[in-house]
Each structure stands twice: as C-alpha cells, then as structure tokens.
C-alpha cells in the first residue's frame, strides 16, 4: 500500500486543509435546493413608445442554494431572457449572492445580512449595455411589545456599466420602519427612507445658451442625489380567504436643481427609468380559491417627476442644436391580474404553474412617452 | 397609439369577481382571538395563522379549514405574537428548513418599500409578467434599462 504523499508547497498544504477543514466541518444537515424555472409571454409594447412594438420574449434560469449552516445561505444563479424581435436585446445574467440571518426565530432581535453581485451580458447589438451591479444589505428587526416591531435596513447598490460610465451610479439607502398590529385584524406598516445616489449628471446652462445641450459633448460632473421618502402601508383580510393591502408611497428629492441626465430618448439603454420623485398608491388583492390555488391583483397610480433630461428635439433649420433639456412628468395606471397553481410531490419537489395579465397606461408632459400596453405572461417553476 | 380602454373594465370586472367570490364563500374576519393580527410582509393575512405543511399557505386558506379545521386554529391562538409561530423543536430537520424558518422571522427585513426601486415591489411576486422580464433587460421610451 502505497503511503499517502502531502503536498510540498505550504500554499497547496493550507488549501488542502482548508478545504478538509471546512468538509469536516459541515453539518450532516448541510444540503443542496435546486430550483428551474421558464416563462414567456406576449407584449403589444415591448419598447413602451407611442407606436408599440410587439413582441414575444422568453426567459429560463437556474438557481442552486447551498446551506452550510442553518443561518447561512449561498446561491448560484443563472439567467437568459430572449426576445424574438428585437434578438439583440437578448441577454445572460449570472449572478452569486448569501444570505446571513445570526438570529433565531424565538428571539426578539432579528438580524439579516444579504450581498449579492449579478453580470449581465447582452448580445453584439448591446454589448455597450453590458454591466455589474453589487447590492448588500444590513437589517435589524426589534420586537418592542407584542404588537409593535421595528426594523432599520441600510443598503448598498452599485452598477457599472463594462463599456460606458455616464451610466454609472452608487447608492446608500437608510430606511426605519415600524409595524403595528390593531385591533380588528387590521395592521399598519410605516416605513420613512433616506436615500443618496452618487451619480454623473451635467449642469444646467444658463442663458443664453438657452437650454441647449449636446450630450455627447457636454462634460460630466459627479455628483449625489439626495430623496426621502415615505410610505404607509394599510393591511387586512377580507374573509378567511382574502387579504388586501393599500400603500402609498412619496419620494421627493433633495437637491436635483441644475442636474442633468443623458435623455431617455437618444439611443441609450437607460439607468434613469426609476429615478423620480412623486407619489403612487397601489391596491392589492390575494386571496387563495384554493389551498394551492393563489390568485392576486392589483391597480396602481403613479405621479413621476424625473430628472431634467437632454431629449431629442425637433430642428426648426440647420443651424438649431438637435437636443435640448426637457422636464419630463408622467402619469401612470398599471393593473396586473395574476393565477398561480402549486403542485407538491411527496418527495417534497414543488411545482408552481402562473399566469399574468399585466396593462400599463402612461401619460406624460412629453409625447415621446405617451404609450399604453398589455403583456400576457405564463411560467412554471420546479424547487427541488 | 393602440388603445386598450376595454380591457380595464374586463379586468376590473375580474378582480371584482374574484374578491366578490372568495369573500362570499367565507364571508367573516379572521378569528383571532387574544392574539394579535401580524402581517409583517403586508398581503393581509395572519402571519401567525397555522401553517401544518409549511407551505406558505395558511391552512384556514385550505379546505380543511372550512371542514375541521376550525378548533386547531383557535387552539393556537393567545399564544402567538411577533415570534414566528413555527415549532421550536427542529433538530432533525435540515439546513434548508430551518434556515427559512429564520428567513420567515425576519421577513419584514427584506426589502424596503422607500428608495429609488420602490416601484418594484408592485406585482403578484409570481416572477413572471413584463415588470420581471424588464428588470432583466427592459426598456421604456423607445429604449432600454438594464
């Protein structure tokens, strides 16, 4: 019997008992989830612009969780979406993240710490668009009395685009909330929020350059946008099968006076689409026709007031810029209708089969976003 | 422009029958006794409510429930709170299992709804639809957003 030979190299001797420590270490209750899942659908809207482009698209991922630990949780996840018109747009996103929850269910605190970093990939069309977005997250959740719990989350999100950086943004987010239970099955839920966003923007000129901007020449300046937001939430059931929440939310910025971004117009795959300041309310229904039918809906409104963009503009004669600065505001219905049907095995594989109807209407200050649309979406989904 | 201004009177008609249906087939509040109405994650339902098979769905949502179900869930209750109301005792169960039970009592520790993605909380949370296919590669204005 030949006699086993360790390796020589101190490196390669740490990684071996590293790897043996951490085998030897795991708990016999360490396991593996595997989830599949694919969905696709029709849009009447897919580039949501006046005239409507149809569409069909599809999309298929794969997700692992390994769980070393009962408080810990690693996932590996991939995911491509493919459109059948617009091919290019097509794209592979890869991604990596942990979930970190030190507490136990029986304690008053909860703790939960998350990251996650995804790389997306778009076909030679978009290649530009390519780009690497890291978020964390720390939350802490304290059980005041037994009808009062608080929580403060801070959060990081980063995204960086591989082929351009005007897009490029950082943001810290600090939000306290609070959840009330009150009588009569109804629950409050308040939640304010701070928000800084460190991002490139171009200052405003002043007359008499009369408003005019060429983004493609204009130099950047980095920056912070600053928000804070509110938003109360109102829950309760409506029988024994049904639950309805009611939520309104108020965003408003701090100090985006001078700041200007690319247009949403000018053939750039756009970061700035959620950043606005306004309000919304939304009204949602769940309700269960069955044990393991789910069946929900929704009807939102949106007020947005968004940054001040270089858009397109028409050219009176030769000598006019092509671009100038708009203020954009828009106002926006979205209902959703959604069925999803669960099927489990006794080998505990799970099975969920959806449908969605999902309708948008907006209506903004500038034409170029005046557009309404339906999308008809179906996905099934295997956790292992 | 397409129009679609019948299609929200469809829907809206859908979502009143769907509520109006449900909330007939069982027309009364959730009993919850001494215990408090907890609804962490906001759909409007007892987060405490009993959850045999830990399935996500309450089980006075199954028809069990309606049948004879009845006193087990009235036996639970006065003795729930804020804590989850899952068994303590899991020692033989797996990492999995209990991790999202740990999951479930930090759930109001998620997501935030304030912030400058608060829209994306809107939806069924099913996974599908144009909102999830757009945060995956979506467009608007003609253009797209990453």
């Known amino acids: 019997m030949r006699p086993i030979r360790f390796p020589r190299r101190p490196a390669s001797m740490v990684c071996l008992l590293a790897f043996m420590t951490i085998v030897m270490e795991l708990s016999v209750r360490a396991d593996i989830r595997a989830e599949f899942h694919t969905s696709g659908g029709y849009t009447s809207n897919l580039l949501n612009e006046p005239g409507g482009e149809e569409d069909c698209y599809s999309l298929a991922g794969a997700s692992i969780r390994f769980y070393p630990v009962s408080s810990l949780e690693f996932t590996l996840r991939n995911e491509y979406t493919y459109y059948g018109r617009i091919f290019g747009l097509s794209s592979f996103t890869g991604g990596l993240g942990f979930i970190y929850i030190p507490t136990d269910t029986s304690s008053p605190v909860a703790v939960y710490f998350s990251g996650d970093f995804n790389t997306r990939v778009y076909r030679e069309d978009f290649r530009a668009f390519d780009n690497d977005t890291y978020d964390a997250a720390i939350s802490v959740g304290c059980r005041l009395f037994p009808s009062a719990r608080l929580r403060l989350i801070y959060s990081f999100n980063s995204l960086s685009y591989t082929g351009m950086e005007i897009g490029d943004h950082k943001t810290n987010e600090v939000s306290l909330g609070a959840n009330l239970a009150l009588p009569g099955s109804n629950s409050i839920d308040l939640e304010i929020g701070y928000a800084d966003m460190s991002m490139p923007y171009m200052k405003e000129p002043r007359p008499p350059r009369n408003y005019y901007l060429d983004p493609f020449h204009e130099p950047y300046v980095d920056g912070h946008l600053r928000a804070i937001n509110f938003s109360p939430r109102f829950s309760r059931p409506l029988g024994s099968k049904v639950g309805l929440n009611i939520t309104y939310n108020r965003s408003n910025f701090q100090n985006n006076a001078g700041m200007v971004i690319s247009g949403l117009t000018t053939s750039l795959l756009s970061p700035w689409a959620s950043i606005y300041e306004g309000q919304s309310v939304s009204l949602n229904l769940k309700s269960y026709w069955t044990s393991n039918l789910l069946v929900s809906s929704g009807v939102g409104y949106w007020e947005k007031e968004f940054l001040k963009s270089v858009e397109s503009i028409p050219r009176p004669n030769q000598f006019a810029p092509p671009y100038g600065i708009k203020d954009r505001r828009d106002w926006q219905n979205e209902f959703y209708w959604s069925i999803r049907q669960f099927f489990s095995s006794k080998s505990g594989v799970i099975i969920e089969a959806a449908l969605q109807i999902d309708l948008t209407f907006n209506n903004s200050v500038l034409n170029d976003y005046d557009y309404s649309g339906l999308s008809l979406s179906t996905g099934m989904t295997a956790r292992f | ?146």
């Open chain 2, 1 to 146: 422009m397409r129009s679609y201004r019948i299609l929200p009177i469809i829907m809206t008609t859908a979502l009143c029958f769907s509520f109006v249906q449900t909330a007939v087939w069982t027309a009364e509040d959730q009993k919850t006794g001494n215990s408090y109405f907890v609804d962490l994650d906001g759909d409007g339902f007892n987060d405490n409510a009993p959850d045999k098979n830990n399935d996500g769905i309450p089980d006075m949502a199954g028809p069990e429930y309606l049948n004879d179900g009845r006193a087990d869930f009235e036996a639970e209750e006065g003795i729930i709170d804020f804590g989850a109301c899952l068994p303590l005792s899991d020692e033989l169960l797996a990492n999995s299992t209990r991790f999202n039970r740990r999951r479930f009592g930090a759930r109001d520790l998620l997501q935030n709804r304030c912030g400058y993605d608060c829209d994306e909380a809107f939806g069924s949370g099913s996974g599908i639809g144009i909102g999830s296919v757009r945060r995956s590669g979506g467009c608007e204005g003609g253009v797209c957003g990453p």
